[in-house]
């Protein structure tokens, strides 16, 4: 039941287990949230051990060395245990990475150790004075072979590295550590996919993968095209027309689809590690040298770099486009990954423009529209690319302006992203109930098309605004903003989702769940225009 509707969550759930002591889906939020726990014990006077096990790919996150350096600072007891795979979700990047890996080479020094000590034991009268001898002065001797004076600056014990696909010699070093007083860390150097060959050739791969079958490695079930893809196969055509575009990404190189433009253009790509922060002001910085940097990003990751967005970025009105990956609901990822808040965190900002693609052709579109613009953008999209429902197409595309896509006097569903399809669906079906309705695609959430918004409130017909997000600040709020604002008296009722968090599972049971689905939007319109009276319903 892993990842699926009602079952286990992929990611630690405190109402799954008593032993899921904390949540977490966002990375390098480990040592914080134990440094917290371990405060918490002793205010209360208690004296267990806190362990934090945070992988190495978390270490390219700022906010963990906020939290070494409260910590060392402070000497809190607490035992980290580094879990160094030298993967996060792609290959690690960055200068503590390297430094990491000269520390794993030192796994070798530590067996050599065993051995020395197993002949000098056997050495009889001197054998045991003499490694004595040798024991007292080891940091002396392991500093010519390891540096581990990194975390030691920061005020922690360190302790490896060992092999930490080795059980034995985990448990052996956690007993040692919990006899020290003071922050430790062990470093454990393992590989990813340990135990199954395929896992342990291509650990990117089998990073959280929908399920497999064990004997070939191929995955259940079709793949679909992305709309990262999509996106980068654009972008890498006009970059090579315009050498300031550059690529970034925050150690999803795959995941976002920046490897190929990787490939296209070494020298114009920038995997940063797990530091949206850092990425965005990066962005802002390369603009302001007259770049024109693409960051790509999932959409709930941005979350972190909000500040860089408004005060780096937007402040100075840059050239930043921001490219949001993963939009709407998530999926199996579940609730700490759903990108159904981006509306409501970038449109308020000034100076930002915020887009959403009806399908990948509208999305091939904003992208050059978005470069010539020249000012701060975000395009925010699913994982996988769609297509409208035949007989439609969206015609051409410009910032601000949106299309309708067919027209009736009963209702119109003015709709944004994924949900464009959605509303031609219902239109389609509920024709055949008398119902005739206007579908506008509205592809700029930011700025709105006043015109157009002016037209339909003219018509005196109801209006529902659809959209794959948190109704609170989202698109429909805008819309109802901007009927305010011009004092319209028209009925507008907004489709979006509730204010709960939305689980993992398969998006066709979600978008039911939280009203979304096509026939939940077909009753919200039959609904919408009984109470408007203007038409019969059958």
Known sequence: TLRTYGGLSGFPSRCESVYDCFEAGHASTAISAALGFARARDARGEKHHVVAVVGDGALTGGMCYEALNDCGN????????????????????????????????????????KRVKSRLNRIPVLGRPLYRLIHTTKRMIKSIFVDEGFFSALGFRYLGPIDGNNLAAVENMLRQAKQLDE????????????????AERRPEAFHGTPPFLVETGEVSGGSRQANGEVAMHTLIDLARQDERIVAVTAAMPLGTCTHLFEQAFPSRHFDVGIAEEHAVTLCAGMASGGLRPFFFVYTTFLQRGYDQVLHDVCIQNLPVVLMLDRA???????????????????????????LAPADAAELEAMIPAALQLGAPCAIRYPKNAECLPDGYAVDGFEIGCWQSLRRGDDAALVATGTMTAAALRVADR???????????????????????LDALFARNIPILTL????????????VLEYAAAVGAAVRIRTLAVGDFFVPHGDHAQLLKDVGLDDESIAQAVRTTVREAGVCSVR
């Open 74 to 113: 402070s000497k809190t007891r607490l035992i980290l245990v580094l879990n160094d795979n030298e993967m996060s979700i792609a290959q690690n990047v960055g200068a503590l990475s390297k430094h990491l890996s000269s520390l794993r080479a030192s796994v070798g020094w530590n067996s050599t150790k």
């Open 328 to 354: 709407g609901i998530s999926n199996e990822d579940g609730q700490s990954h759903q990108g159904l808040y981006d509306f409501a965190y970038l449109r308020h900002i000034p100076n930002m423009t915020v």
């Open 467 to 478: 959209e794959e997000h948190v109704a609170m600040g989202g698109f429909g709020s805008a």
């Open 430 to 452: 509920l024709e055949a109930e008398d119902i005739r309705l206007t579908v506008v695609n509205a592809s700029t959430v930011k700025p709105l098309d006043g015109a157009c």
């Open 183 to 198: 922050p430790v860390v062990i470093h454990c150097a393992t590989k990813k996919g340990y135990g199954y060959n395929r």
